[in-house]
């Protein structure tokens, strides 16, 4: 079963605008992960967020945490073409090292 | 190698046949995970070793999935008797570390299982 879902389940934007994917989950985490999925080169990591954190950059990557909520965001700022992808959030579960995921975002970046 | 490699990229199986699917993760990783992915969902948490020893395997469907890692390298995930709903890709990730502590999960590209 999946722990996570993430909001919307696609989105469609132009090139250059923030693109915003929300994510929640149900169960107590000790971290949160994203990753990016595209057909050319699988599943990729993007960033990891802990538990006592509350937000997080990676060059245009932003993340936030808010525990209280059970929630996350991803935002993408100044978007490009290559980030057309899917986007999962995963947690990990009690036994530390299960990641649980999402259905996932499908971002379309037009050009 | 680079990064983890999995073979075949895609299998056509006829229902009732058996598979076998190879996963080479990057060198030194501890963790070994499998996952299934279903089209347009999230992956699916299969099984997980540390080294050659396979801790959980609580997430394998039924008993017609088998994943061994005799080594502590290389895994193989066997689906005999292959039903149509077995169709999915199936990913292969490691991890430099072993638990507890988070985990950066490196991916392989995946082997897309068809059942006709």
């Known amino acids: 079963s999946q722990q996570g879902e993430e909001d919307p389940q696609a989105l469609s934007i132009q090139e250059g605008e923030n693109a915003t994917m929300n994510c929640s989950y149900k169960?107590?985490?000790?971290?949160l992960q994203w990753y990016r999925q595209n057909s050319g080169r699988g599943l990729v990591h993007l960033i990891l967020i802990r538990s006592n954190e509350r937000e997080k950059h990676s060059g245009r990557l932003r993340v936030t945490l808010d525990t209280s909520k059970k929630s996350s965001s991803l935002l993408i700022t100044a978007s490009r073409a290559a980030d057309t992808a899917s986007y999962f959030c995963?947690?990990?579960?009690?036994?530390?090292?299960?990641?649980?995921w999402g259905a996932g975002t499908k971002l379309i970046i037009k050009p | 190698g680079a990064g983890v490699s999995q073979s075949p990229r895609y299998k056509v199986a006829k229902r009732g046949q058996d598979v076998a699917l190879r996963c080479d993760p990057i060198s030194g990783h501890v963790s070994l995970f499998w996952y299934q992915q279903a089209l347009g969902q999230g992956p699916e948490f299969l099984t997980y070793f540390q080294n050659e020893a396979q801790l959980d395997k609580s997430g394998l469907p039924s008993d017609r999935f088998f994943a061994e890692r005799p080594e502590g390298s290389v895994s193989t995930l066997k689906i005999q008797r292959t039903q149509q709903e077995d169709s999915a890709v199936y990913l292969c990730?490691?991890?430099?570390?072993?638990?507890?502590?988070?985990?950066?999960?490196?991916f392989g590209p995946g082997t897309r299982l068809t059942v006709l």
């Open positions: 169960t107590s985490i000790n971290n």
């Open positions: 995963a947690t990990d579960s009690d036994s530390n090292y299960q990641l649980i």
């Open positions: 990730a490691s991890s430099l570390a072993s638990a507890p502590g988070p985990n950066e999960q490196f």
